[in-house]
């Protein structure tokens, strides 16, 4: 039997706001994800840069860097991986949908979201990231 998907996924919560950086928190681990958490972007850049992480998960208004320059940043570094990146955030306009996806985002969110939207959310991530790892397998075999 091949070990959940969820059980090896690794997924860093960028927040500048404690009770809901330490909410996202518990609903993760309890849904079996491994957590990197960090209330300052510049942070979390620093650490995408050497940790391999699976799923981001970032709010957009934060003081020092938005989640949008944060979100542009990754899509631009290939050093940064590529991970799933969910834009988590107050701001639910279509317009601001639009935007985010065009910086490079996966996913939107609007706050507050549930814990079932966020296991279906993260797991159709995971569904994308095993799809591009077994094309990249075999063409590598190929």
Known sequence: MHASPIASARVMIIDDTPSELYRLEIIL????????????????LQILLVKHVDIVIC????PSISGLAV???????PAMG???????????????????????????????????????????????LDRERALS???RLA
């Open 29 to 44: 681990t309890s849904l079996g994800f491994t957590t990197i958490c960090c209330d300052k972007p510049s942070d979390a």
């Open 59 to 62: 709010d957009w208004q934060m």
């Open 71 to 77: 979100c542009e940043s990754v899509s631009q570094s």
């Open 82 to 128: 590529d991970p799933y990146f969910i834009m988590l955030t107050g701001r639910c306009d279509r317009s601001d949908m639009i935007e985010a996806i065009d910086a490079g985002a996966d996913d939107f969110i609007c706050k507050p979201a549930a814990r079932d939207e966020l296991r279906a959310r993260l797991q159709a991530g995971l569904r994308r």
């Open 137 to 139: 397998n075999h063409l």
